[in-house]
């Protein structure tokens, strides 16, 4: 996606320069917020953590706030605030690593389930989810809008995360958000020739990796914007929420997975998918799911029954990766403070007595 970067204007130099006589430190505010949503999605795309990433364009935009005399003009605002949120995300990765998902750690598991449940890892092992109203643009062009959308699912922020730091953000500056050479090398403090052989090595590890499709990112291709999955969708939720495990069943890719962060255990195949939700999955009988859209897919936040007076209550961010016409991937995040995160419901009404949830 190309965001077009602003003219330094003489307000946008004159504001910054908190020596400058007249202006008032209210002025900054506005210039530095208009660039949080892509800021964010920048941050995110690096570190696969929406609290990181948050966290991350609070310490750009303090930082931002604090260093603004020292702003000259001599490049964009938002290339400031570039070279500064990549200066941030380099340092985050070289303190806490970068974040994988279930698959990358260890080989499907079934038996013994308690003891693939045992192996939990730290929140901060694992990949994050990130709502869409976060990072993709409000409006723009259609094409531009579905390869931002793109360069958010999952596969592909999780395959961002096996590049070296640097490498990771040639890749995204150039190949996501349209950046010339010459201004990632002045950015990186690099030579052009330095930044064109990063971003060769970053495509050839992406390349390889099977569940990243790089022309969809890279524009080559328009992303498909799922347009015809509604009936798959609408078919999904009556099958969870009524437990019915035929009908789920027809629904899944013979080649399905299933991860739960933070648990290190995932599945393969629809028989062992549908072997979890009747054994240590049955007590998501009786749930509902409400649609939300995150990393540019289809997902659904799970309430299941245990919440006080009868409510139903927050367990799961379901995302779910879609291919022809079938469910390829069903990421589960055990995260509930996901739900404040993304302003979802913090419980939702019992089922009425006159409709109970069937088995």
């Known amino acids: 996606m190309t965001i077009p970067a602003p003219a330094p204007s003489d307000r946008t130099v004159a504001a910054l320069r908190t020596d400058a006589p007249g202006v ?15 800021l964010t999605g920048y941050c995110y795309r690096m570190l ?18 604090k260093g603004a005399g020292g702003f000259q003009g001599r490049s964009s605002l938002r290339s400031w605030l570039y070279r500064i949120a990549t200066n941030v995300c380099l340092t985050a990765i070289e303190t806490r690593g970068r974040r994988a998902r279930p698959m990358d750690l260890s080989a499907s598991a079934w038996e013994p389930v308690e003891a693939s449940l045992a192996a939990r890892q730290p929140e901060d092992t694992w990949l994050e989810p ?8 409000a409006a723009g062009d259609p094409a531009d809008v579905a390869v931002a959308r793109e360069s958010i699912r999952l596969a592909f922020v999780a395959a961002l995360q096996h590049l070296p730091p640097r490498q990771r953000a040639v890749l995204i500056l150039r190949d996501v958000l349209r950046w010339r050479a010459e201004e990632v090398a002045g950015l990186l403090e690099t030579s052009t020739a330095s930044v064109n052989s990063a971003l060769q090595r970053a495509r050839a590890t992406l390349s390889s990796r099977p569940d990243v499709d790089p022309e969809a990112v890279t524009g080559a291709r328009e992303a498909d914007l799922d347009a015809g999955h509604r009936d798959l969708l609408e078919r999904y939720v009556r099958a969870f929420e009524s437990y019915d495990m035929d009908a789920f069943v027809a629904l899944l ?30 007590a998501c009988r009786g749930s509902r799911l409400v649609r939300a859209d995150v990393n540019g897919s289809p997902a659904f936040a799970q309430y299941k029954p245990g919440g006080p007076d009868g409510a139903l209550a927050p367990w799961a961010l379901h995302v779910l990766e879609l291919r022809d016409g079938r469910i390829r991937r069903i990421t589960s995040f055990l995260d509930t403070r996901l739900f404040a995160h993304f302003g979802l419901p913090p419980e939702l009404p019992p089922h009425p007595p006159s409709s109970p949830p069937t088995r």
């Open 24 to 38: 008032a430190a209210a002025d900054l505010e506005p210039l530095l917020a208009q660039h949080r949503r892509e």
């Open 48 to 65: 696969g953590s929406a609290f990181d990433a948050e966290d991350a364009v609070q310490e750009t935009l303090l930082r931002a706030w």
């Open 253 to 282: 890719a013979e080649d399905v997975t299933q991860n739960m962060p933070p648990f290190e255990m995932w599945l393969s195949g629809p028989r062992d998918v549908v072997r979890w939700m009747v054994g240590p999955g049955r």
């Open 130 to 137: 990130m709502v869409d109203s976060r990072v993709l643009p």
